[in-house]
């Protein structure tokens, strides 16, 4: 049941996906509304069948890499399918919808197993430190497309050479803001959950730094966001520069999540079961 | 034989580096013009000069020498050293190709910017110039009258001009790109010329408030700033203006660049790397292409607004395919009237209108009198016939010893008018221009030749 609705899922949105690339070349609303549409029904199978494995696992599921991944995707679409409708960018999705893919279909590459249950996870602080990190990198990977869109729409302006994506990308400052906007919104999510994951580690280990390999990833990915909070706060830092780092930021938070979880050894390397 | 040729350099065939000597040559007092009465085979001559061309249209009996001639001159005026080879840049267009290309031109579709109204005026000007240093008689006269009123057709009859992007427009939607919404940004204007004034209607247009100019004649900043609501600076100082300008619309005579890299570097701290839109419409341009290399600061100078222009383009090639299907009907009815002003088509059209009238009346007298014998008949045939022969004997021989000079034109024109002979398009021969001012140079030019 579970593992049907997650090929839903995927086939929804890959159908968005496809819908997004077309929307790319033709500027229809309708197209664009299902493509939308698409992407909200995946969004809503992936939500049922998150549930139905945090149903019965008896907490929330995130404790394999594929149950991690999986939940993460389903919060960068509902970021964005929310964002959507309050920001009105609609050539967003054919940026987004290609990475919710990929990380579709990165989780079917992950063994699916079930771990046994962990009291360990069972504590309002980890649900909090989950969440909360989850939802930031919702919005900083969000913060990445939106970059990218930067990056690509300044090339055109800057080099004064108009290929058709100058027609349909938005303005710069747009970009920009929204850019801005995840930024301003993720970092003290970001601040927040991991706040709560050291709170957590000094009541179960008595100490909130372990050296864990993720621990310090997880320190150097604030440390970037912290600089360009602060450059764009104190200093007026935007467009390219802020759009590499954005990007820069990400590809971080993509080492992070993955390569602590799958390759590194440490109390994050849930994977293996190993506490 | 009279040929027509158009000789001239555009933004399509000389880069801007040309143009921009070109530029700074036609700003000197002395028009080419003045130069047409030591010029041996060139006979009628029409210069025109603006931002993005350099045309001269001249009619002569032989082509080679005229070109060379008017080659020459174009050497001379504009300074070139002989090594550069400004044969690469020329296009030259000869017969009725010039003829479509001057209306082409008069109806703003070889423009850099489809459709903009300025160079209708500037053809206008150029015509003025023509009139005044009395380099223009009749087929130039006509030909340039018949381009205001051919553009003036395109205009009324295709949405060229209503969909008018000028490079003010193009200028607007690429600071749309830029910054989104533009209502709030603050424009400076830095030289306050007719471009300038247009570009700035149109950012006004799309809900720009604020507004600042900013010129070396205060008189002149004050009549726009009033115009416009718009506060002046001290032209002096529009480099410290630029800490909270958003888009800056440059277009002063300058010779030498105005704003340089590090004068914009400098200040993007101060100004928090809020984007900074440059508009360069000023041809020598007045702001350094490296400017464009600061992060967040955009320049667009006169060949750059061109990309953008190409797309719009795009959408506008039917209007344009329609304009360009009016311009070749009026050429083909411009050539039918080229080829009457030789002597031979005149000879025959006199003769023509001469025996259709004699015709006529003999019909008339001949149904009057019926009982005429057919001996009397043939006498009223001959007597007719030969009193019409007796009388144009002599316009005739006149018009066949003008053929051989260089001004048959004026005088097969002149001919024809005074015959009131039809060449299919002559209805719009009379009332020739479209603002009255040229039809009264014009006539009163023409009057004093035929003194």
């Known amino acids: 049941m579970e593992a049907l609705f997650l090929v839903i899922a995927t086939l929804c949105y890959l159908c968005g996906t496809v819908g997004y690339l077309v929307y790319l070349y033709h500027d229809r609303e309708r197209i664009h509304w299902i493509s939308w549409s698409a992407m909200l029904i995946g969004a809503v199978f992936h939500a049922g069948a998150i549930l139905i494995r945090s149903v019965q696992i008896g907490q929330l599921a995130f404790t394999t890499g594929q149950e991690a991944i999986s939940l993460f995707a389903w919060m960068f679409v509902a970021t964005y399918l929310v964002l959507q409708l309050r920001l009105q960018l609609r050539i967003l999705g054919s940026f987004v919808s290609p990475l919710?893919?990929?990380?579709?279909?990165?989780?079917?590459?992950?063994?699916?197993?079930?771990?046994?249950k962990s009291e360990l996870f069972k504590s309002g602080w980890v649900i909090l430190h989950v969440s909360t990190l989850f939802l930031a990198n919702a919005l900083f990977a969000l913060a990445f497309s939106v970059a990218i869109m930067y990056l690509l729409q300044e090339r055109h302006i800057k080099r004064k050479n108009f290929g058709f994506l100058y027609m349909r990308l938005p303005p710069l400052e747009?970009?920009?803001?929204?850019?801005?906007?995840?930024?301003?919104?993720?970092?003290?999510?970001?601040?927040?959950?991991?706040?709560?994951g050291f709170a957590y580690?000094?009541?179960?280990?008595?100490?909130p730094w372990n050296w864990d390999p993720k621990e310090i990833l997880s320190i150097v990915t604030w440390i970037i966001y912290a600089v360009l909070v602060h450059e764009r706060l104190a200093v007026g830092w935007r467009g390219r520069r802020a759009a590499w780092l954005a990007i820069f930021g990400f590809s971080v938070i993509l080492l992070t999540f993955m390569g602590a979880n799958l390759l590194l050894k440490g109390h994050h390397s849930i994977y293996t079961g190993k506490m | 034989m009279c040929h027509i040729v158009l000789l001239g350099m555009n933004h399509k065939t000389a880069p801007?580096?040309?143009?921009?000597?070109?530029?700074?040559?036609?700003?000197?007092?002395?028009?080419?013009?003045h130069m047409l009465p030591r010029m041996e085979h060139v006979d009628e001559m029409v210069f025109l000069s603006t931002c993005n061309r350099v045309e001269f249209l001249f009619t002569c009996n032989s082509l080679q020498d005229g070109i060379q001639e008017v080659k020459t001159l174009l050497r001379t005026h504009v300074g070139l050293p002989v090594s550069t080879p400004p044969d690469n840049y020329l296009y030259v267009y000869e017969n009725m190709e010039a003829v479509k290309h001057l209306f082409m031109v008069a109806s703003s579709?070889?423009?850099?910017?489809?459709?903009?109204?300025?160079?209708?005026g500037q053809m206008k000007d150029a015509y003025r110039a023509a009139v005044e240093y009395r380099t223009v008689k009749t087929v130039l006269n006509r030909l340039l009258h018949k381009a205001f009123s051919v553009a003036k057709r395109?205009?009324?009859e295709t949405c060229i001009g209503s969909c008018a992007v000028s490079v003010s427009y193009a200028a607007v939607e690429l600071a749309r790109k830029i910054f989104g919404d533009i209502r709030d940004k603050k424009v400076m204007l830095i030289g306050a010329g007719e471009m300038a004034e247009l570009a700035a209607e149109h950012f006004l247009a799309q809900g720009v408030r604020q507004l600042t100019v900013a010129n070396r004649t205060l008189e002149r900043a004050m009549e726009l700033?009033?115009?416009?609501?718009?506060?002046t600076v001290p032209f002096d100082c529009f480099l410290d203006a630029l800490k909270s300008m958003d888009i800056v619309l440059s277009s002063t005579g300058a010779q030498q660049p105005i704003i340089r890299y590090q004068d914009v570097r400098s200040r993007m701290r101060e100004r928090r790397n809020k984007p900074l839109f440059f508009i360069d419409i000023a041809v020598p341009r007045d702001i350094d292409p490296k400017v464009n290399e600061i992060d967040n600061v955009y320049v667009y100078d006169i060949d750059d607004l061109q990309g953008v222009i190409d797309i719009n383009r795009e959408e506008r090639r039917n209007q344009a395919q329609l304009a360009e299907h009016l311009i070749d009907e009026e050429t083909i009815k411009f050539k039918r009237w080229m080829n009457t002003l030789s002597a031979v088509p005149t000879i025959i059209s006199l003769r023509a209108k001469a025996e259709t009238i004699r015709r006529n009346e003999i019909r008339k007298t001949?149904?009057?009198?019926?009982?005429?014998?057919?001996?009397?008949?043939?006498?009223?045939?001959?007597?007719?016939?030969?009193?019409?022969?007796?009388?144009?004997?002599?316009?005739?021989v006149f018009l066949k010893k003008k053929a051989q000079r260089g001004t048959q034109a004026t005088f097969m024109d002149f001919a024809q008018q005074f015959f009131n002979l039809e060449d299919g398009d002559g209805a719009d021969s009379s009332p020739l221009a479209q603002d009255a001012d040229i039809a009264t140079e014009s006539s009163s030019f023409l009057e004093n030749a035929k003194k």
Do not use: Y
Not at chain 1, 102 to 110: A, Q, V
Not at chain 1, 177 to 194: A, D, Y
Not at chain 2, 366 to 384: H, N
């Open chain 1, 174 to 196: 747009r970009l920009d803001s929204i850019g801005h906007l995840c930024l301003i919104i993720g970092f003290p999510l970001m601040t927040g959950g991991l706040v709560a």
């Open chain 1, 201 to 207: 580690a000094s009541i179960v280990w008595q100490s």
């Open chain 2, 366 to 396: 001949f149904a009057q009198l019926p009982d005429l014998s057919e001996r009397e008949r043939e006498a009223i045939e001959i007597l007719t016939e030969s009193i019409i022969k007796k009388f144009l004997h002599d316009p005739i």
């Open chain 1, 100 to 116: 919710a893919v990929i990380f579709m279909l990165s989780t079917s590459l992950l063994p699916s197993q079930i771990l046994p």
């Open chain 2, 225 to 231: 700033a009033g115009k416009f609501r718009a506060e």
């Open chain 2, 154 to 156: 395109v205009r009324t």
């Open chain 2, 16 to 33: 801007v580096e040309i143009r921009e000597q070109l530029a700074v040559a036609c700003r000197q007092e002395v028009n080419p013009l």
């Open chain 2, 109 to 120: 579709l070889d423009s850099m910017v489809l459709g903009e109204p300025q160079i209708l």
